[in-house]
């Protein structure tokens, strides 16, 4: 396998900018929409986001920064 | 899509200084104010903050310093 | 808007030493008294400091060091 | 025994990108699937990896990153 | 006001060592005794020490040594 | 006593590596096992190691990587 | 008071290894045993140790290392 499909988990979430997610935080809340960027230590811009709790969703966000210590897992846009 | 369009975070945080921003914090209270300046801790002075429960304010703040490492998420003003 | 009145957080904290505050920590009790010195963990000294839960003073006291990672956020002398 | 085969912790982590592994989360949820890459803070990206509840799969996901620090283990393929 | 009454926190704490004092942990049990000496940690040593939970007396230690991490507040001897 | 027979936890730990230990959790559950190798951080891998919930074993792992700051305590051989 | 008799806390606890100890965990359970080594992250190596929970014996341990994140104080001999 070539060392450039197996990039290491930061830089592929770079890779993964301007693109859609679903962000579950650990208090399992989740943000889907596009990840406007995002830094080493996961904190992450969202746009045009959706909070979802239990499948529904409970509020939008236009443009939100969550902080990175919260953050559980990030699904990338192929499952989107 | 520009790297100007892209920024970092951080800097996106830093560059809505003396904007309407509100806080989520991780016990679920919200702070709701002008985020009067922001460091990379994401320490932040609000101005003018409503502190809200479940939508409802509970206490209104002329000037409140948080300690970053409490935010859930910062959420920007174009949505307010 | 000038350099001068946008400081850092950690900037105001330091000028306000000396003036009262509201120190809120995680587990929601409230120091109000002066905060006599700060650093830059936020780790601060108060002194005449009543010690507020649900709003009724519970315990006085003279002089007393909080280590700063307990903090949620400190309230400043405008406001009180 | 040979140095080869008393790999530290991280290294045999390493060399376990591509197989399939079981994490379980301190939430106590678990991802099996693919192991594509892993970083020394144990962030991760998994591949089509079903999320376990009590052992029922209770998602799929493509791709997914998660967090290092909500590791509790990661159970090697040898075992799956 | 001089500089001279204007101590950061911990070099407050540590011209404290040798007097009385009364640490509280984040669990809510508080050790009422002499600190013997500590550090910028905020580590300790008491001595003769009275371990009180909800003003009770619940056990006595000649000598202990309290991890800093754990200390939410230390009430100085000017208040004892 | 010889500086010999006094070694730092690190290095006791280190020379522990393939004798059977059990590992408790912070969330109580114990592994029992062989101690394949550790690292400083007390991140280790464990083979043939069963998984115990208040005495019962409740599942078996071929090989399985225990993130270190999970670890409450590790028993070593001798007591085995 | 001499400099003698004013050891750092992480200086005491070393000077007594190879001393009898109680150290209590964040889990409120206690192991009374000899200290055989620790080092200054408060990793410790008990040997000969009783586990207590509410002053009751529940297990033995002929040699075990705690992880040192875990302590919240170690009693020590002059105590026992």
């Given at each position: ?9 930061l ?13 579950r ?52 846009e192929?499952?989107?």
């Amino acid at each position: 396998m070539s060392q450039t499909s197996a990039k290491r988990p930061l830089t592929t979430l770079q890779k993964n900018t301007k693109k859609n997610v679903i962000v579950r935080l650990k208090n399992e809340v989740e943000y889907k929409g596009k990840m406007d960027n995002v830094d080493s230590y996961m904190n992450l811009i969202m746009t045009d986001a959706e909070e979802l709790k239990d499948d529904k969703v409970i509020a939008n966000y236009g443009r939100v920064i969550v902080r990175g210590n919260n953050v559980l897992f990030i699904k990338l846009e192929s499952d989107l």
